[in-house]
C-alpha cells in the first residue's frame, strides 16, 4: 500500500465548480505539501502546512493531522487550473513522498 | 530571480549509452534532490545532497546511476548505461534546508527517452 493515496485521479470539472482534491497518508510527518505540475513543465509549490489551513487567492488547503488527511479545494475553478495536482508529505527524516497526483481538467 | 535551472530538457538516446543531467538550484539552497517521474506517478526520490554530502541516496541505482555535487552548487545526474526503462522524467529540486520547514523548489526537468 502506497504511503500517500490521493483522490481521485482523474477529476473533469466545469468552469466555476468548487473542487476538492483528497490526500490521505499512513506515516508520521513533520509537514506536508501541495504541488502543481502543468504538462511539459515542472513542478510548483502552492502550499507547504503543518497543521490547520492555508489560503492562497482561489486556492485552499487544509490538514488534520489526527486523521492523516489533507485536502487541496479550488473555488470558482477556471481552465487554466488544468494540471496535475501532488501531494507530498515530509516523512521525519526529511524524506519526500509523493503522492500518484490528481489529474484535473476544467473545460469553459 | 532564477529558479532551479536543467539541462537539457529533452534526450533521446540509445540504450547502453551514457547520459548525463545537469541542474543549477537557487542560490543559496544547501538541499538538492534527484527524482525520477514514470509517467502517471508521483517522482521518486534518487538522491538527496545536504551541501556536497549525499544525505539519501538508498533509491539510487548504484549499479548504473551515479550523482555528483562538487563545491555544494551545481549537480549532475549521470546514468551509464542507459537502459528502456530509465525512461521517465528527472526531476532538480532544491530547498533551504530540509523540506520539514522549507518549500522546495522544482526545475522544469528532463525528459530521458530510450530507445
Known amino acids: 500500500k502506497n504511503e500517500v493515496e490521493q483522490s481521485p485521479q482523474n477529476l473533469t470539472a466545469q468552469e466555476g465548480e468548487f473542487i476538492t482534491i483528497n490526500c490521505s497518508y499512513s506515516v508520521g510527518i513533520s509537514a506536508l505539501h501541495w504541488l502543481q505540475q502543468h504538462p511539459g513543465g515542472g513542478i510548483v509549490s502552492l502550499f507547504m502546512?503543518?497543521?490547520g489551513k492555508k489560503k492562497h487567492g482561489r486556492l485552499i488547503a487544509t490538514i488534520n493531522i489526527q486523521e492523516k488527511h489533507s485536502s487541496l479545494h479550488i473555488t470558482a475553478s477556471h481552465p487554466r487550473d488544468s494540471a496535475v495536482y501532488i501531494c507530498a508529505v515530509v516523512k521525519y527524516g526529511n524524506k519526500l513522498v509523493f503522492g500518484a497526483g490528481t489529474i484535473l481538467r476544467v473545460k469553459s | 530571480e532564477a529558479g532551479v535551472v536543467q539541462s537539457p530538457r529533452y534526450k533521446i538516446i540509445e540504450k547502453k549509452q551514457p547520459v548525463a543531467f545537469w541542474c543549477n538550484p537557487i542560490?543559496?539552497?544547501?538541499?538538492l534532490y534527484w527524482y525520477r517521474q514514470n509517467l502517471g506517478q508521483g517522482p521518486e526520490l534518487l538522491i538527496r545532497y545536504e551541501n556536497e554530502e549525499a544525505v539519501d541516496d538508498s533509491q539510487l541505482p548504484k549499479d548504473r546511476f551515479s550523482a555528483e555535487r562538487l563545491k555544494g552548487v551545481d549537480s549532475t545526474l549521470k546514468i551509464q548505461p542507459a537502459e528502456l526503462g530509465d525512461s521517465a522524467v528527472y526531476l532538480c529540486?532544491?530547498?533551504?534546508?530540509?523540506?520539514?520547514?522549507?518549500?522546495?523548489?522544482f526545475g522544469q526537468g528532463t525528459r530521458l527517452t530510450v530507445v
Open positions: 502546512l503543518s497543521s
Open positions: 542560490s543559496g539552497h544547501n538541499t
Open positions: 529540486a532544491s530547498s533551504l534546508g530540509g523540506t520539514g520547514a522549507f518549500e522546495a523548489f
